[in-house]
């Protein structure tokens, strides 16, 4: 049963959303149909196993070069009670402004303190405090075959939770040499970019950031970034 960590640490997970017109380069991983023929970040559209590798963030650009407004949601999570929340650095790139709504509906400016690129993180700040934070824990003592819980917004439903098992530890993808990520079986679809993955203790291991799917939805195949990366 996943209620007690869902009551408790539920709170802690926020929905994130992006606005502002953003480029989108041939390399950007979009959800344009040619975008999927050709696959995400430059892969060769001819290599049968990762041309359908996605970020779990909806992107339709309906003209070339540019975004339309308010088209990506995202999740992330509180880290500490004065504001400073982690996501994914695909989430907030290049947008001109990010709105962060927490489950008792209140929504915040964020300021994007830092992104880094190569591992998919990025440090949120929202003025308040007081907020239901997260206990982060060690990656290095999962197990595979243990369960794993996510909170996030797939689809923009706030705060659903999904459960599975972790899969496999130390995953290399193409492209993604920076980071051994965890692969779990976790129910995850696009918009839980960004949010929490968590063991039975409660605490958080991992960052929910990538998929693996032939219909740009859940094929049981996900990929957490370990939070101590």
């Known amino acids: 049963d996943f209620s007690a960590i869902t009551a408790r640490y539920g709170p802690a997970v926020v929905n994130i959303s992006v606005s502002g017109m953003r480029k989108v380069s041939g390399d950007d991983g979009d959800n344009s149909p040619t975008a999927r023929q050709r696959g995400p970040q430059g892969m060769d559209p001819n290599d049968p196993m990762f041309e359908f590798f996605r970020k779990f963030i909806p992107r339709m650009p309906e003209y070339p070069g540019a975004e339309p407004d308010d088209k990506s949601l995202g999740s992330g999570f509180v880290i500490s009670g004065d504001g400073y929340i982690m996501t994914n650095a695909h989430v907030v790139e290049g947008a001109d ?92 679809n696009p918009g839980n970019s960004g949010g929490p993955l968590f063991n039975m203790r409660g605490e958080v291991v991992g960052i929910n950031s990538q998929i693996y799917s032939r219909s740009g939805g859940y094929m049981g195949v996900s990929f957490a970034i370990p939070i101590d990366v």
């Open 97 to 188: 402004e990010v709105t962060v709504r927490l489950t008792d509906k209140r929504e915040f400016k964020a300021k994007i303190i830092g992104a880094d690129k190569r591992t998919d993180v990025a440090l949120l700040k929202i003025e308040a405090n007081g907020l239901p934070v997260v206990k982060l824990g060690e990656p290095s003592q999962l197990k595979v075959g243990e369960w794993v819980v996510a909170i996030g917004s797939p689809f923009g439903f706030d705060n659903s939770v999904t459960a599975g098992i972790v899969s496999a530890k130390g995953r290399s993808l193409p492209q993604e040499n920076y980071v051994p990520f965890i692969q779990t079986d976790v129910a995850i």
